[in-house]
């Protein structure tokens, strides 16, 4: 072989060269020589060449010795004892002479170019079907970091080669058919980053669980990145808004979450890595702060943009420098390739009751069957097909086993962990994270996982009765009534992407606040007003802020920000709080500040609260967190509705808060709309659209107040009806006064979902829109569809913007 064909710099290499050095090492080279413009950083390295593997396998009768293996397996010889021989007959003879010398070459050149002596470097296999966008075939082979010194170097390099018949790698070819002989592998040679003293981890360019592609998802732990790639720790995770990252003034860090993080890799004293316990101090605070995050978003960005597809990064972080680096970069293979317009969703019929653990939901699905709890991979036939699949940690050992599960648990790993990237291939519902699977689930125990609801992912006792729908979308017909989303759970809406709604009609704050912030706002601002247990759990949650305040805002703003990115630009109207005093009195420190109330379904909420003297400072807390989404996030879809607004008055006075923390209506766009769930609403119609940008009908506060009946009457049940002629009149009679305004008019509620003639009511009343459940939305798309070619000249005309 001429010389310099054994081994290649990264300099020389691009993604043209997958079968000269395979996919991981082409794309090394491509960032290397393509991406440098663009400011993004590689070690740099040198790839050994899939020749130098075919005259390694031509010295010695090696390849004879593994065609001969090779039949025994297809004879019938057990997969275990066949992959020993062959990595036997690798590591049992030296690297030809022609190829030594090149790696070692290429090393001094590595040390003279970085100024080190002896660098310590990352090896890593890269076969020359890996990383091709058609599959996923990473981790198949082996990779070693802190290699030190020529002779640990090439015993590396031996090593991967060996690994090429690896038991999971011979399984994986065989299933796929492929001839193992015409496999070659190339071994990596990257100059470490001291990720060891700060951390490392992995981006992808889209919403790996849902295929959102309009946000970035950058996953970190301390210390270097096998254990975020292993899935042995929960990491954190920094999500990214992408147009926001077109305009350097904007925040495009829209969501923030902190992970266990509860081990992390280092250097070994003696050579390698260890694994080592986090130090408490460490789990709890950020790896990256938000101008790192930016820069790998960035750099993120310009990779998928350079490759055409979305992408799959791993970064790392070196703490003595503070220099970040990308270490590598595939196409993603799992969301990347999934262009379907078939939307499937399960969801469960009955009331699941507490979950036994919760975890990292990984998928949109939902599966069952018995625990089946292992603390190591088994034989195939010791695993039941149809079990769920309990363990602390999975690598690429478990894969066979993971293929016959219906699901899977594990106590460690985030979203970008093994467990998660298999189990989202094999369309396999898991719930990862979970931190105490393997105690609390008992073999044979039947159980129902769930990753049905977001983010959260649940283990349900029982087989409970679920649920499927298949929605083709490209078949739902168009309208020119809007039909919108009533969203509320931040974690949940990146999944209803692909669904061609119009823009969320209604997003809950209490949600947000309720299961995200937790705190009541007052209680955060007069923390001298609540108990010392309660101060000491608020002083806990609060840890690092620069004020209690800023908890609450951020933890808000972060929710808001998920919704309206899910739809962006698309409007997003954003509810202000409507809690009754007795469910803000159940928030953490609540008590002290909310009254008893005989009657709080019309006690003290909505605008009352706004200007009040007990909660005003509570609202600035909500006007900050929607400025900052708006202003800061740059996601000014996002439109304020104002509930329970009973007086001309209290609208003024509301405005006039708004106006005070920087919410003014026509800056930056901003509209403000009103609920239409009071009478005076209807009756003073042209007066609140003077101080207002729209109407949102609140059917059954409207009805409740209308017919003068108690909604959660059990008595009167039968006879509250959101049909009934007077609120019927009611909603038409807005409709008329609002479009004379020149004011839209929609409608939030269950009804339509539930009732095509009453959603037929509202398009013959000429309302601009209708907001549903994400689970409805294609019914009711089909209701308002057959509504309109009913009328009178067909469609009639276009609606307003809602």
């Not at 990596?188 to 946000?215: C, I």
Request: aromatic residues 6%; proline residues 6%; hydrophobic residues 40%.
């Amino acid at each position: 072989m001429e010389p310099g064909h054994h081994v290649v710099p990264f300099t020389e290499l691009d993604r043209h060269d997958t079968a000269r050095v395979g996919g991981k090492n082409a794309s090394l080279g491509e960032l290397t020589r393509h991406l440098r413009a663009a400011g993004v950083r590689v070690p740099p390295g040198f790839a050994t060449t899939a020749d130098a593997y075919r005259e390694l396998l031509g010295t010695g009768e090696l390849r004879s010795r593994v065609a001969e293996q090779i039949d025994r397996l297809h004879a019938g010889a057990p997969l275990d004892e066949v992959g020993a021989a062959l990595r036997a007959a690798f590591l049992g003879r030296p690297l030809p002479a022609p190829l030594r010398d090149a790696v070692l070459t290429a090393y001094d050149r590595l040390a003279e170019e970085t100024g080190r002596t002896a660098p310590e470097v990352a090896v890593r296999s890269s076969a020359t079907a890996e990383d091709l966008p058609e599959a996923s075939f990473a981790g198949q082979q082996e990779t070693y970091l802190n290699v030190r010194g020529a002779d640990r170097l090439l015993e590396a390099c031996t090593r991967c080669y060996a690994s090429l018949f690896t038991d999971r790698a011979l399984d994986y070819r065989e299933r796929m058919g492929f001839d193992h002989l015409a496999v070659a592998l190339s071994v990596g040679v990257q100059l470490m980053v001291r990720s060891d003293l700060a951390g490392a981890g992995v981006v992808f360019t889209l919403d790996p669980e849902s295929g959102f592609p309009e946000v970035i998802v950058v996953s970190a732990a301390w210390g270097l990145g096998e254990t975020v790639v292993g899935g042995r720790v929960d990491p954190d995770e920094y999500t990214l808004f992408k147009p926001s990252m077109k305009d350097p003034a904007l925040d495009p860090v829209i969501d923030v979450r902190i992970g266990g993080k509860r081990l992390k890799t280092v250097y070994a004293d003696t050579g390698l890595t260890r694994t080592v316990d986090t130090p408490a101090e460490e789990r709890g605070r950020r790896v990256l702060d938000d101008t790192e995050v930016r820069t790998l978003g960035g750099w993120a960005a310009a990779i998928e943009d350079h490759y055409g597809s979305p992408m799959d990064i791993e970064w790392a972080k070196d703490g003595l420098t503070g220099e970040l680096w990308i270490v590598q970069a595939r196409p993603e293979t799992v969301q990347g390739r999934s262009r379907t317009t078939t939307l499937t969703r399960r969801r469960l019929t009955v009331p699941p009751g507490e979950p036994l653990v919760v975890g990292v939901a990984v998928g949109e699905s939902i599966g069952q069957g018995p625990v089946v709890a292992l603390g190591a991979p088994v034989d195939l036939d010791r695993f039941p097909r149809g079990g769920v699949l309990v363990t602390g940690v999975t690598d690429p050992d478990w894969e066979p086993v993971m293929k016959r599960a219906a699901a899977i648990v594990t106590d460690h790993g985030g979203r970008t962990s093994h467990a998660a990237i298999v189990s989202r291939e094999l369309g396999v519902p898991a719930v990862v994270g979970t931190g105490n699977g393997t105690r609390v689930l008992t073999d044979g125990t039947p159980v129902t996982v769930s990753c049905a609801e977001g983010t959260g992912g649940r283990v349900l006792e029982g087989l409970l009765p679920y649920e499927e729908t298949l929605t083709d979308l490209a078949e739902l017909p168009a309208t020119r009534t809007r039909v919108m989303l009533n969203l509320a759970d931040p974690s949940a809406a990146f999944r209803w992407w692909r669904l061609p709604a119009d823009g969320v009609g209604l997003a809950r704050l209490e949600f947000i606040v309720a299961h995200q912030v937790k705190v009541h706002p007052m209680a955060l601002l007069h923390p001298e007003r609540v108990d010392r247990d309660t101060r000491r759990t608020i002083d806990r949650m609060t840890e690092g802020y620069p004020d209690r305040g800023a908890y609450f805002v951020e933890g808000l703003a972060r929710g808001i920000a998920r919704i309206a990115a899910s739809r962006w630009p698309a409007p997003v109207v954003v509810r202000t709080s409507d809690f009754k005093t007795n469910e803000y009195a159940k928030l953490l420190g609540g008590r002290p500040f909310e009254p008893d109330e005989a009657n709080p379904m019309i006690g003290w909420r909505g605008a009352s609260r706004y200007h009040s003297d007990g909660y005003r400072e509570g609202f600035a807390l909500e006007c900050r967190a929607l400025r900052r989404v708006r202003d800061g996030m740059g996601l000014t879809n996002v439109v304020v509705m104002i509930p329970f607004c009973r007086t001309l008055g209290e609208a003024d006075r509301v405005c006039a808060v708004m106006a005070e923390e920087g919410l003014v209506r026509g800056r930056n766009g901003l509209r403000v709309y009103v609920m239409a769930e009071i009478p005076a609403n209807i009756i003073l119609a042209e007066e609140f659209a003077e101080r207002f940008d729209g109407f949102s009908i609140g059917s059954n506060d409207l009805t409740q107040l209308t017919l003068g009946i108690d909604r959660d009457s059990e008595a009167l049940a039968a006879t509250f009806d959101e049909s009934d002629p007077a609120v019927v009149r009611s909603i038409e009679t807005l409709a008329a006064r609002a479009h004379a305004a020149g004011r839209p008019v929609g409608l939030c509620g269950q009804r339509p979902s539930d009732d095509p003639a009453f959603t037929a009511l509202l398009v013959r009343a000429g309302l601009d829109s209708v907001s549903v459940a994400p689970d409805s939305f294609a019914a009711v798309k089909r209701y308002v569809a057959r509504a309109e070619a009913e009328l009178p000249g067909g469609a009639g005309p276009d609606r307003e913007e809602p």
